[in-house]
């Protein structure tokens, strides 16, 4: 299983961007899918998660009402919309994949299995 995440970039305060999280190989329908980022110095953090099949979600409080996980089965692929963007959004963004997880689960690390290679995600004030 390899996990493909683009769309980071340099965005002034207040913009959107989005990143995109493209799966290939053997991703079953008991993975749920989502979004880490890891802030210069300090630890990785769960920001949300969305369950492959049924579209459940799950978010952290620091980006509930600005940031939205969305997956297109179709394309194998999962997004995250981030809107108001703020410089402490500053971070390495991950992509990750858990088996048989539910979304509350996929906020603990020890349950992905996969990891995207992360993109950088710049918002200057």
């Known amino acids: 299983v390899q996990l493909q995440a683009s769309g980071g970039g340099l965005v002034q305060a207040g913009g959107s961007l989005r990143l995109s999280c493209a799966a290939s190989?053997?991703?079953?329908?008991?993975?749920?899918m989502g979004w880490f980022r890891q802030p210069p110095g300090q630890e990785r953090e769960f920001l949300a998660a969305?369950?492959?099949?049924?579209?459940?979600?799950n978010y952290a409080d620091s980006v509930k009402g600005r940031f939205t996980i969305s997956r297109d089965n179709a394309k194998n692929t999962v997004y995250l919309q981030m809107n108001s963007l703020k410089p402490e959004d500053t971070a390495v963004y991950y992509c990750?994949?858990?088996?048989?997880?539910?979304?509350?689960?996929?906020?603990?690390?020890?349950?992905?299995?996969?990891w995207g290679q992360g993109t950088q995600v710049t918002v200057s004030s």
């Open positions: 990750a994949a858990a088996p048989f997880t539910s979304v509350k689960g996929m906020a603990t690390m020890e349950n992905v299995r996969y």
């Open positions: 190989g053997r991703i079953f329908g008991g993975y749920a």
């Open positions: 969305i369950s492959w099949a049924g579209g459940t979600t």
